[in-house]
């Protein structure tokens, strides 16, 4: 799927990813802040694999590049 593709199924709650990732088991998803967070605007972040060997777990916000952009190997993960 397209890249417009992959940010409305963001939008529905659906995990996305790049079959062209080099990190496997890469994942993102948008967060969407309520009455409780210190963010107020919708932002997209990158979740590492629990086993990633530097930094396994982690989460942190996520920009496009223009290659993830033009892409057309997005995929829902289940």
């Known amino acids: 799927m397209n890249f417009g593709q992959a940010l409305e199924s963001l939008k529905l709650g ?37 086993d990633a060997k530097t930094t396994p777990g982690a989460r942190v916000p996520w920009l496009a590049s223009q290659t993830d952009v033009l892409a057309e190997d997005w995929t829902i993960n289940l």
């Open 14 to 50: 659906s995990k996305i990813s790049r079959e062209g990732w080099n990190g496997k088991g890469l994942w993102l998803e948008l967060q969407i802040p309520d009455e409780h967070s210190k963010m107020t605007l919708p932002y997209i972040y990158i979740n590492y694999p629990s």
